[in-house]
């Protein structure tokens, strides 16, 4: 809804240089996932938009080549390994990034896995790990950046990385498909508690992007075929998320909150 400016009230300064609302100067960003595929692409993104950036996964040394990179190039970065399954291994890194870097103030709950497999085929092992990673996790990562940005008295912003799979579902991806929608209603959730806070929760919702994860099957010529049925006819390259996490990171969606945001193409119109 909008409102017709009142008198006392000032009209946007057409003159601004809109790219700036989209920086992250001044800000720490703390990223799981950070060694491949999405977590790395935004990561060095964030980088370049000049937040000081934590980088967390298992794979420490493809961490320690990122953070070198990024310092090459004037920003500033540290590898943190983490195992984003130990809670308290949680607590440490931020505790690490908070001594080096400052208060984690972005945050990017990226860290995830998939093991397709239909319904009455998917163990309880799989089920436990699939929601351990990608719900369990996000929810531990982010209750530990929030109460440490409630305690600093600083604003922020906290982007779940979800999935088009959801939004809706597609058969052989039960236990991932439930992993993201349950990790879609906490961002819900935790955008209605923390924006009293001025704590930001949103979500990005990718459709399908080649990553390690996935780069075997899209190679192969079923893959190829599913992606040509699929709204967009492809699959999403690492460079369209950007600036969808941009926004929802920067001061640029400082009034977007609680907000799960399709990246795409309109694939998950077609999805039950």
């Known amino acids: 809804m909008t409102n017709t400016p009142q008198a006392n009230e000032s009209a946007p300064d057409v003159a601004m240089d809109l790219r700036s609302s989209f920086r992250l100067d001044g800000k ?10 999405i977590g790395q692409a935004l990561a060095l993104a964030f980088a370049r938009a000049g937040a000081r950036v934590a980088l967390t996964a298992r794979r420490v040394d493809r ?4 953070a070198e990179a990024i310092s090459a190039t004037g920003g500033k970065a540290m590898a943190v390994a983490l195992d984003v399954t130990d809670r308290d291994g949680i607590t440490r890194a931020f505790d690490e990034v908070t001594a080096k870097l400052g208060v984690p103030d972005v945050i990017l709950n990226n860290a995830g896995i998939a093991k397709p497999a239909l319904f009455l085929k998917t163990d309880a092992q799989t089920l436990e790990s699939t929601m351990a990673t990608n719900f369990t996790a996000a929810w ?6 929030a109460r440490r940005l409630v305690a600093a008295k600083r604003r922020g912003s906290i982007i779940n990385v979800t999935s088009v799979l959801g939004i809706g579902v597609g058969a052989g991806h039960a236990a991932y498909s439930a992993s993201k929608a349950a990790l879609a209603h906490a961002t819900r959730a935790m955008a209605l508690e923390f924006v009293r806070h001025g704590i930001r929760v949103n979500g990005i919702a990718p459709g399908w992007f080649v990553t390690e994860m996935n780069a075997d099957f899209f190679a192969t010529e079923e893959g190829i075929a599913y992606l040509k049925k699929t709204p967009p006819g492809r699959a ?7 600036g969808p996490a941009l926004l929802l990171a920067s001061d640029a ?3 977007v909150n609680g907000v799960i945001l399709p990246v795409d193409g309109g694939h998950h119109t077609a999805l039950a």
């Open 236 to 242: 999403g390259r690492l460079e369209e998320l950007i």
């Open 28 to 37: 720490v960003a703390f990223v799981t996932g950070a060694s491949s595929g």
């Open 63 to 66: 961490l320690a080549e990122m």
């Open 140 to 145: 531990n990562v982010s209750q530990e950046a």
């Open 253 to 255: 969606g400082s009034f």
